[in-house]
């Protein structure tokens, strides 16, 4: 019966209420239509509705208690509580308004705006113009909860006006106040501040405060400049008692890619009289016929400044240029990369900082001989600056390479795995009296696999999977020896186990007979639990020079490689790697480990790596670094992080933090030392602070937040 009623009064209204089709934004708006409990005519011809009112035009929706309409003089009178919404990001509560039919001007008392569930104003008077523009007078601004006990919000604005555009999505304030705690702190004539429901406006950013044992005390107010819907340019000064610095970031954004720079410029005690910056850059663009072209720049202006001014880590900046497509049976990947050392010890002219690189690899699948054939074409060249001979040298390498891999299943489940293959390179040295000028060779190659896998389930519902494997590998390299300038470090793990060269670059091959076999082992448990490890090891009939101890694969038998991984549902990650020499000592380990709980997560990494003079390590390297943190509470978070050298027995980094969240406001606590120095760098540590206020951007926090007044 109730739905009955309701479809009739809507009905009812929509002839009562017709409105003005002569402008296109009213015809696209549609009329309005009132539904009500009930609804009568008075005997001057005012409509009356009450119980349950709503209200609907376009993407607005009125909800009041009682709604009384002047059809001659085309206005509403709305009694409360009224509740005025406008496409989901605007809610506007009162006690009373006066409208007109369309819902787009009036008066409204007691008002409170709520804008994106975030930002609420409230006020006694509220006028709505023309559907766009809200002004509020004698107004309170703040994302803070308000309790019902009196108590004052943790910050809040007060204005004598504030405007707000729909369209434009801000809010224009006249005579305001800043007030913490209710206790003034700033006054402000006139301000501009975006809506929550902004994406990207011209302004102030949060600013920050930053001290270093080096630099002082300095603050950063970073501004933002948006330069059209695809492009925008944040410059932010960083100004101390020691330096003078602005950084800045550009985006553009086009329709096939996007680039982003990143710099500062720099005036400190540090170096003076020197300017003092660096330069990031990357971007890329997608070509014609799926070809894509990806960038990168890195530079800076000393050793130093990127520690000094807490970015990023790094002791090599490398620029690239690269142009690639990827398709399902071909791969191609040409680039030229710059390398910049920021090593003191390193002397840039005698490494290859300039490198190119071309890598084309096809997939073939012939049915007459069965199987799949590749062929692989690489061009490498690296040149170093320095015109000495031997320190200085240059190397041209190009490379082909051809080979066929085919497998069979045999009888009981047995599987075989054949590969054939013949790599040709073509060398050119310079400025190495060591070597000859011009070198060809050629590698012929072939290796047989057989491997067994087992599969078992359990009564549990798991699963595992046992494959022992064995491979015989063959290869011989004719032609004249060539410098290692591109496979100087070898790493020996699952991934190279079974492969028939483990150097990672064509310019070194394995040569020789080589025997490997090992064990894989897998268990899938049926609530998250996986569970594998891998044990193998390779023999060879003469050793290769070119590997190093700690590689784990000199001598004519390698260390025996274990390693294993334990996982647990996404909620732990544990990975162990270790290299075992003949008298089952380590000569290399590594663990790396990942938890993450209700309230705490934790990562860690421990290395361990032998002496090795031709890796340049004269001693042992044993080092863990941890970083973790801990949800103290609903609002407070905990971090730290380590890195400590167990063979030095002492920390080189350490840090703190400690961050406070509510539905308004978050607070950014940090102290970070480093304890290592160079030449150029010196132990320093780095305080940071910030304080954000929720509400004037978009920022999808405060919903996670419960909003408490206990």
């Known amino acids: 019966m109730r739905r009955l009623i309701i479809a009739t009064l809507a009905a009812f209204a929509l002839l009562a209420l017709p409105l003005n ?5 009213e015809e696209e708006q549609g009329p309005a239509v009132l539904v009500a409990d009930s609804v009568y005519i008075t005997p001057d011809r005012t409509l009356v509705a009450e119980g349950n009112v709503e209200a609907l035009q376009g993407e607005t929706r009125l909800r009041a208690s009682r709604i009384s309409f002047d059809q001659r003089a085309g206005t509403l009178t709305v009694e409360g509580p009224i509740r005025l919404d406008q496409g989901g990001s605007i809610t506007i509560l009162a006690s009373y308004a006066e409208l007109d039919r369309d819902l787009q001007n009036g008066l409204l ?7 994106d569930q975030q930002l609420q104003l409230a006020s006694l008077q509220m006028t709505r113009v023309g559907g766009r523009y809200t002004q509020l007078y004698k107004t309170a601004v703040t994302s803070c909860h308000v309790c019902d006990d009196g108590r004052p919000p943790l910050w809040q604005i007060r204005a004598r006006k504030i405007t707000h555009d729909q369209e434009e999505q801000q809010l224009y304030f006249e005579d305001a106040q800043f007030l913490i705690l209710d206790v003034p702190v700033l006054y402000f004539p006139g301000m501009r501040l975006p809506d929550p429901t902004l994406n990207r406006a011209t302004g102030f950013l949060v600013p920050s405060v930053r001290t270093t044992s080096q630099l002082g005390t300095g603050v950063r107010v970073p501004y933002f400049f948006r330069l059209g819907d695809h492009a925008d340019l944040t410059l932010a000064p960083y100004l101390s008692s020691k330096t003078s610095t602005l950084d800045s970031r550009s985006r ?11 710099g500062a410029h720099t005036r400190d005690d540090l170096v003076p009289g020197e300017a003092r910056g660096y330069l990031f850059g990357s971007g890329y663009f997608e070509l014609t016929r799926g070809y894509r072209l990806d960038f990168s720049l890195q530079t800076a202006s000393d050793n130093a400044y990127l520690v000094d001014y807490g970015l990023d880590d790094l002791d090599r900046l490398q620029s690239e240029v690269s142009v690639s497509r990827y398709k399902h049976n071909a791969a191609f990947r040409t680039r030229l990369i710059y390398y910049d050392s920021l090593r003191d010890t390193d002397d840039d002219s005698l490494l290859p900082t300039l490198v190119f690189d071309s890598t084309l690899e096809r997939r073939y699948f012939p049915r007459a001989i069965g199987g799949e054939l590749r062929l692989g074409i ?4 690296h040149n170093r600056t320095s015109n000495l001979d031997i320190l200085g040298r240059d190397i041209g390498r190009a490379t082909a390479d051809l080979s066929w891999l085919r497998s069979w299943i045999l009888p009981g489940g047995l599987r075989a795995d054949g590969e054939l293959g013949l790599a040709g390179d073509v060398f050119r040295i310079e400025q190495d009296s060591n070597f000859e000028g011009n070198v060809a060779r050629a590698t012929p190659r072939a290796g047989f696999r057989l491997s067994y896998p087992l599969l078992r389930t359990e009564g549990s519902g798991a699963t595992q999977l046992l494959e022992p494997v064995v491979q015989i590998g063959w290869s011989e390299i004719h032609g004249s020896d060539v410098p290692n300038d591109e496979s100087t470090f070898v790493e020996f793990d699952r991934g190279n186990l079974l492969s028939l060269s483990r150097f990672p670059a064509e310019d070194r091959r394995e040569d020789g007979q080589v025997v490997a076999y090992g064990i894989n082992w897998a268990r899938y448990g049926v609530q998250g639990w996986e569970t594998s490890a ?8 003469t050793a290769d020079p070119d590997f190093t101890k700690t590689s784990g694969l000199s001598g004519t038998s390698s260390d025996v490689l274990v ?11 544990l990975t162990a790697r270790m290299l075992l020499d003949g008298a089952f000592s380590f000569s290399k380990a590594e663990l790396r480990g990942d938890w993450t709980g209700n309230r705490a997560q934790l990562s860690g990494t421990y290395l361990w790596l ?3 003079a031709a890796e340049s390590r004269s001693q042992e390297l044993s080092e863990i670094y941890l970083n973790g943190g801990y949800d103290i509470s609903p609002s407070w978070e905990a971090s730290a992080n380590l890195r400590y050298d167990v063979s030095d027995d002492r920390a080189t980094r350490a840090g703190v933090g400690l961050v406070y969240r509510n539905e308004c406001v978050t607070v950014d606590l940090s102290v970070n030392r480093r304890f290592t120095s160079s030449t150029s760098i010196e132990p320093t540590t780095d305080f940071g602070f910030t304080i954000a206020l929720s509400g004037f951007s978009v920022d999808a926090g405060p919903e996670t937040y ?3 007044c206990s």
């Open 252 to 262: 553009q954004a086009f329709r096939t890619g996007r680039i982003t720079l990143e």
């Open 706 to 708: 419960r909003r408490s």
């Open 610 to 612: 032998g002496p090795d």
């Open 21 to 25: 089709a002569q402008t296109s934004d």
């Open 534 to 541: 891998t044990l193998g090891q390779v023999w060879r009939d």
């Open 563 to 573: 390693a294993a991984q334990l996982r647990y549902d996404r909620k732990l990650a």
């Open 109 to 115: 008392t007691g008002a409170r705006m709520v804008m």
């Open 378 to 381: 690489d061009l490498h060249q």
